[in-house]
């Protein structure tokens, strides 16, 4: 029953600002103990984690992103939004919104949308 959509542009330049909303129905994102995280798959590769906003508002960023990555919610919209800035060709990938309850689990998923970075 809970849903979650990606959209926003699928290409983006270099040095540019990538940016992403998660629609998410049949649940709340203020709804206690889930966090909604942003995640990322690049070609090739494995699923890494951008970082995720809490039911609080509270958020986390991977390090390895260098400050790059901002995470913002509406609760009024049940949105959730990334912003990646300075973007370089190693930001392409598939670009996913997940759900993860109190233990953890990744439990909801959206279909994911790629975003290539090209010039």
């Known amino acids: 029953q809970v849903q979650l959509l990606e959209s926003g542009p699928g290409l983006v330049k270099p040095s540019q600002t990538l940016s992403l909303t998660c629609t998410i129905s049949?649940?709340?994102?203020?709804?206690?103990?889930?966090?909604w995280i942003w995640i990322r798959q690049p070609p090739g590769k494995g699923l890494e984690q951008v970082g995720h906003?809490?039911?609080?508002?509270?958020?986390y960023y991977n390090p390895s992103l260098r400050g790059r990555a901002a995470i913002s919610r509406d609760t009024l919209k049940n949105q959730f939004t990334l912003q990646l800035n300075s973007v370089t060709p190693e930001d392409t990938a598939v670009y996913f919104c997940?759900?993860?309850?109190?233990?953890?689990?990744?439990?909801?998923w959206g279909q994911g949308t790629q975003v290539n970075v090209s010039s």
């Open positions: 906003i809490d039911w609080s508002g509270n958020t």
């Open positions: 997940v759900r993860s309850g109190p233990a953890g689990a990744w439990d909801y």
């Open positions: 049949g649940a709340s994102i203020a709804s206690s103990n889930f966090w």
